[in-house]
């Protein structure tokens, strides 16, 4: 059974860095697509990008000069970085498998719990 | 980017109620139109892929439809344990949610 976990900072200031990882247990961070997608409070669901392979990712247009993801082969896990946050990026942040069905068909079959992330000073 | 846009943002009906959803994107995402179900405080579950196919979990009395920019989901009698909010996502450019509807029992 493929689980996911997050962690990391629950408060960042305004103009830092928001760093998360999410520990995969039951998979390999070596196969398949893994997603981060966040909610801020109270609305709907945003999907920020996902990496592939090692390495291959692919960004929401309007975050990608903010953002960046990497794999810990060696941990199982991966890792999303947000760089000048603002109260914009308060969210709860999920990690989830990003599996593809017949090619372009792609759903996000495992979540994590989510991290609330509150960018305040 | 494709933009995904539900109808209603809210509803509350009566248990055994016929419910329907209404999901339209701002362009056409053939058949590559997915539905989850959010229950406060928990991560969105993956109930319906490609239009209609099914999660194994999902009880019979839900039902799905749909193509190009218009898609619905259905529940025939609405129970207690569907109070939740549903969400559809297209994955045909990039990845993008509707705006979420949530089901309250009157």
């Known amino acids: 059974q493929v689980q996911l976990q997050e962690s990391g900072p629950g408060l960042v200031k305004p103009s830092e860095t928001l760093a998360l990882t999410c520990n995969v247990s039951?998979?390999?961070?070596?196969?398949?697509?893994w997603a981060w997608l966040r909610q801020p409070p109270g609305k709907g669901l945003e999907w920020l990008g996902y990496i592939h392979d090692g390495g291959t990712t692919n960004f929401s247009p309007s975050l990608k000069s903010r953002l960046s993801m990497s794999v810990d082969t060696l941990k199982n896990q991966f890792s999303l970085r947000l760089t000048s946050v603002t109260a914009a990026d308060t969210a709860v942040y999920f990690c989830a498998r990003d599996r593809r069905v017949w090619t372009t068909v792609t759903i996000f079959d495992v979540w994590g719990r989510g991290a609330l992330v509150t960018v305040s000073s | 980017d494709t933009q995904m846009t539900q109808s209603p943002s809210s509803l509350s009906a009566s248990v055994g109620d016929r419910v329907t959803i209404t999901c339209r994107a701002s362009r056409t995402v053939n058949t590559y139109l997915n539905w989850y179900q959010q229950k406060p405080g928990e991560a969105p579950k993956l109930m319906i892929y490609?239009?209609?196919n099914f999660q194994a979990w999902v009880p019979s009395r839900f039902s799905a439809s749909g193509f190009g920019t218009e898609f619905t989901l259905t529940i025939s009698s609405l129970q207690p344990e569907d109070v939740a909010t549903y969400y559809c996502?297209?994955?045909?450019?990039?990845?993008?949610f509707g705006g979420g509807t949530k089901v309250e029992i009157k």
């Open positions: 490609a239009v209609s």
């Open positions: 996502q297209q994955s045909y450019n990039l990845f993008t």
């Open positions: 039951g998979a390999s961070v070596s196969r398949d697509y």
